[in-house]
C-alpha cells in the first residue's frame, strides 16, 4: 500500500509543477492563460479529480476478502498445531521430571538420552513457531502485493472512461484530510474491480 501512496505523491507533485509552468509561461506576451476542459465524465465540474477510499476498497473488495479469509484459516490451524505440540512437550517434560524424583531410570545415561531428547522437542517446537510465522508472513505479502497490482491496474482501466486528471488515495486520515463525496470513485471501483475477479470453486 505504501507504494501506491508514494506512485500518487509522485504524479501530483509532477502535476502541480506542470500547472506552475503552465500559469507563468502563459503571461508571456500578453497571451491568454491556457484554460483547463473538464469532461462530463468527471465527478464534479469544479476539478477533474477523485479519490478512493482504500479502507473501504479493502472491506469490500471479494479477493483481498477471500484472501484474508484463507489466510486467517491458516493462522488459526497454524495455532492449533503449535498448541497441541507444545502440551504434548510440555507433558513430556513434566512425565521426565517425575521420572527423574522417582529413581525411575535405569541408568544415568538413559536418563540423559530422556533428558537430551526432550530439550530437541523444544528446539524442534521453536523451529517450527519460526517457520509457521515465516510462511504466514509472506502470505500477508503475497496477498498486499496483489491486492495493490489489482488496483492499479483497474484504476486505470476506469479511468479511460473517467478521464480524471489525479485520482489521489485516502486511507484513513492520510494524503486527504477532507473532500466531497462527489469526488469519491470508491464504490464505482470496487465494483470493477469484483467483476474482474473470479473466486476458486471450492
Not at 70 to 88: D, F, G, I, P, Y
Request: contains cysteine.
Amino acid at each position: 500500500m505504501k507504494n501506491i501512496s508514494y506512485l500518487i505523491n509522485g504524479v501530483l507533485a509532477v502535476a502541480v509543477i506542470i500547472l506552475f509552468i503552465l500559469f507563468f509561461t502563459s503571461k508571456k506576451g500578453g497571451a491568454e492563460a491556457p484554460s483547463l476542459t473538464f469532461h462530463g465524465g468527471d465527478s464534479s465540474v469544479v476539478l477533474p479529480v477523485a479519490y478512493v477510499n482504500l479502507d473501504s476498497l479493502l472491506l469490500n473488495y471479494n479477493f483481498h476478502k477471500d484472501e484474508n479469509d484463507k489466510l486467517m484459516r491458516k493462522v488459526e490451524s497454524s495455532n492449533a498445531t503449535m498448541n497441541q505440540k507444545k502440551r504434548q512437550a510440555e507433558s513430556e517434560a513434566t512425565d521426565f521430571q517425575k521420572k527423574v524424583q522417582n529413581n525411575a531410570f535405569l541408568s544415568q545415561e538413559r536418563a540423559e538420552r530422556e533428558y537430551a531428547r526432550i530439550q530437541k522437542l523444544g528446539a524442534d517446537l521453536q523451529i517450527l513457531a519460526q517457520r509457521m510465522e515465516n510462511e504466514i508472513a509472506l502470505e500477508q505479502q503475497r496477498i498486499s502485493q496483489q491486492t495493490a497490482d489489482s488496483v492499479r491496474v483497474c484504476v486505470k482501466e476506469f479511468n479511460k472512461k473517467a478521464n480524471y486528471q489525479i485520482i489521489f488515495s485516502n486511507s484513513g486520515v492520510n494524503n486527504i484530510l477532507w473532500a466531497k463525496e462527489s469526488y469519491d470513485v470508491t464504490p464505482q471501483l470496487i465494483k470493477l474491480m469484483n467483476s474482474r475477479y473470479t473466486p476458486e470453486k471450492k
